[in-house]
T-cell receptor, first 115, second 112 residues
Framework: EAGVTQFPSHSVIEKGQTVTLRCDPI?????LYWYRRVMGKEIKFLLH????????ESGMPNNRFLAERTGGTYSTLKVQPAELEDSGVYFC?????????????FGSGTRLTVV | DQQVKQNSPSLSVQEGRISILNCDYT??????FLWYKKYPAEGPTFLIS?????DKNEDGRFTVFLNKSAKHLSLHIVPSQPGDSAVYFC???????????FGKGTLLTVNP
C-alpha cells in the first residue's frame, strides 16, 4: 500500500510569491489533515477534510492560506502571498476514519523556506 | 499557550538501558494520548497510544504510563537500541477526537 505522498519535498521561494503544496493521501482514506511545524516549535493542526469538505479549518493562520481537496482525492495547500513566518515543514496525514485513535499516517512533509 | 509540554529537548542514553520520555498536559478535555517517532526528513510515525480510561499500555519494548491526576504521561523504552534514536513527539486529543495537539518533541540519542 502506498503511503501519504507530498510534493515538493522542498521549496524555496521569495517573500510575496505563491507556493502550492500537494498531498496525495492513502487511497480510500476519506480523512485528510494538514499540520505545520515551524522550526523549534510544536507540530500544529491546520485543517481537516472529510472527502472534499472542510470539516475544521480552525488552525489556518490567516486568509493567505487556501486548502482544497478536489473530488475528495488529493489536496493542495496554497500560500499567497508567502511571508517569512510561513517557513516551516508542512505535513499531510490521512486516515480511514476520523479520530486520533485510528492512527494517522503522515507524509514526509514539505519543507518551505521563504526568503 | 502550550497545552502539551515536553520539557526535555534532548535525552541521551546507553544502548540496553531504559529511556524515559516525559510529557505534561494542561487541558482536562484531553482523553487520548499518543506518542510519535520521527526520523530526519520523514513524517511522524505512530508508536503507541493510551486512552484516559487506562493508566498503562504496553507494546513490546514500549510502555506508556498515564497519570491523570498529575496530567502527566511518560514513554518507557526498554531496552533502548541505537535505532530508537529519533525525535519523539507526545500528542493528545479530546472532544472532537480528530485534532492532535503536539508537544515540541524530545530528541533521543541511544549510544552504542
Amino acid at each position: 500500500e502506498a503511503g501519504v505522498t507530498q510534493f515538493p519535498s522542498h521549496s524555496v521561494i521569495e517573500k510575496g510569491q505563491t507556493v502550492t503544496l500537494r498531498c496525495d493521501p492513502i487511497s480510500g482514506h476519506d480523512n485528510l489533515y494538514w499540520y505545520r511545524r515551524v522550526m523549534g516549535k510544536e507540530i500544529k493542526f491546520l485543517l481537516h477534510f472529510v472527502k472534499e469538505s472542510k470539516q475544521d479549518e480552525s488552525g489556518m493562520p490567516n486568509n493567505r492560506f487556501l486548502a482544497e481537496r478536489t473530488g475528495g482525492t488529493y489536496s493542495t495547500l496554497k500560500v499567497q502571498p508567502a511571508e517569512l513566518e510561513d517557513s516551516g515543514v508542512y505535513f499531510c496525514a490521512s486516515s480511514l476514519q476520523p479520530g486520533a485513535g485510528y492512527g494517522y499516517t503522515f507524509g514526509s512533509g514539505t519543507r518551505l523556506t521563504v526568503v | 499557550d502550550q497545552q502539551v509540554k515536553q520539557n526535555s529537548p534532548s535525552l541521551s542514553v546507553q544502548e540496553g538501558r531504559i529511556s524515559i520520555l516525559n510529557c505534561d498536559y494542561t487541558n482536562s478535555m484531553f482523553d487520548y494520548f499518543l506518542w510519535y517517532k520521527k526520523y530526519p526528513a520523514e513524517g511522524p510515525t505512530f508508536l503507541i497510544s493510551i486512552s484516559s480510561i487506562k493508566d498503562k499500555n504496553e507494546d513490546g519494548r514500549f510502555t506508556v504510563f498515564l497519570n491523570k491526576s498529575a496530567k502527566h504521561l511518560s514513554l518507557h523504552i526498554v531496552p533502548s537500541q541505537p535505532g530508537d534514536s529519533a525525535v519523539y513527539f507526545c500528542a493528545a486529543s479530546g472532544g472532537s477526537n480528530y485534532k492532535l495537539t503536539f508537544g515540541k518533541g524530545t530528541l533521543l540519542t541511544v549510544n552504542p
